[in-house]
């Protein structure tokens, strides 16, 4: 690494502590997994950046603040199997696997998904599993997860999300008040005996609804 990278991380470091990332484990995992390497080229001298990025099949990356924001809500243990519903450039998915034992992550996007498996190869995460699927659909497959995180607005109750999630296990989503002005991010636990139970973990943004079904065309 050069002094100029290694500079443009700890900066990178600076600025999430600022926005409220207050965790020393994620904070030295958010400097590990450089955004650069997961963004498109041209973006590579912006990445650093707290904003939302286009990343091609007309989606966006979210503020790294807000992914870092939702792995923290997490609450991740290093013997954690974690479900991800949208895989995006993998950026995200390469920071959950610096926790969980196993990611199983999920893009609706072919080209996505192809982009993204070859960038986790590079890095190195034999752990990581990234599939083109419908994030909807998994839920007829009856496996569940510990954790599962969601890259979009879901609509409550979010039940086919919730049943992927293990007895005691726990769910972070986003929810979005009436005409979307305004997006929370919330963690959904199962507890052991059913009942749902809800807390909010703070505003969100540059997340965009999540959309059912498999994209033929890209």
């Given at each position: 690494?050069?002094?100029?990278?290694?500079?443009?991380?700890?900066?990178?470091?600076?600025?999430?502590?600022?926005?409220?990332?207050?965790?020393?484990?994620?904070?030295?995992?958010?400097?590990?997994?450089?955004?650069?390497?997961?963004?498109?080229?041209r973006f590579a001298d912006i990445?650093?950046?707290?904003?939302?990025?286009?990343?091609?099949?007309?989606?966006?990356?979210?503020?790294?603040?807000?992914?870092?924001?939702?792995?923290?809500?997490?609450?991740?243990?290093?013997?954690?199997?974690?479900?991800?519903?949208?895989?995006?450039?993998?950026?995200?998915?390469?920071?959950?696997?610096?926790?969980?034992?196993?990611?199983?992550?999920?893009?609706?996007?072919?080209?996505?998904?192809?982009?993204?498996?070859?960038?986790?190869?590079?890095?190195?995460?034999?752990?990581?599993?990234?599939?083109?699927?419908?994030?909807?659909?998994?839920?007829?497959?009856?496996?569940?997860?510990?954790?599962?995180?969601?890259?979009?607005?879901?609509?409550?109750?979010?039940?086919?999300?919730?049943?992927?999630?293990?007895?005691?296990?726990?769910?972070?989503?986003?929810?979005?008040?009436?005409?979307?002005?305004?997006?929370?991010?919330?963690?959904?636990?199962?507890?052991?005996?059913?009942?749902?139970?809800?807390?909010?973990?703070?505003?969100?943004?540059?997340?965009?609804?999540?959309?059912?079904?498999?994209?033929?065309?890209?």
């Amino acid at each position: 690494m050069s002094a100029s990278e290694a500079e443009e991380r700890a900066q990178f470091t600076l600025a999430m502590r600022a926005k409220g990332v207050k965790d020393i484990e994620l904070l030295r995992a958010l400097e590990r997994v450089p955004r650069a390497l997961f963004m498109p080229q041209r973006f590579a001298d912006i990445a650093g950046r707290d904003i939302a990025l286009p990343i091609g099949c007309g989606q966006t990356s979210p503020p790294p603040s807000i992914v870092a924001a939702m792995i923290a809500a997490l609450d991740l243990k290093p013997s954690d199997t974690v479900c991800e519903i949208g895989t995006g450039t993998g950026y995200c998915t390469a920071l959950l696997a610096q926790f969980a034992k196993e990611v199983v992550s999920l893009e609706r996007y072919q080209t996505l998904a192809v982009e993204a498996a070859a960038r986790i190869r590079a890095f190195g995460l034999p752990h990581v599993e990234i599939l083109w699927a419908d994030g909807f659909e998994l839920h007829a497959a009856g496996r569940t997860f510990d954790k599962v995180i969601t890259h979009g607005i879901v609509t409550p109750p979010a039940r086919a999300f919730l049943d992927l999630v293990a007895p005691d296990g726990a769910m972070i989503a986003a929810f979005a008040g009436s005409g979307r002005a305004e997006q929370r991010i919330v963690r959904l636990t199962l507890g052991a005996d059913g009942p749902v139970h809800m807390a909010d973990f703070g505003r969100a943004r540059g997340l965009r609804p999540l959309e059912r079904g498999l994209s033929r065309g890209l």
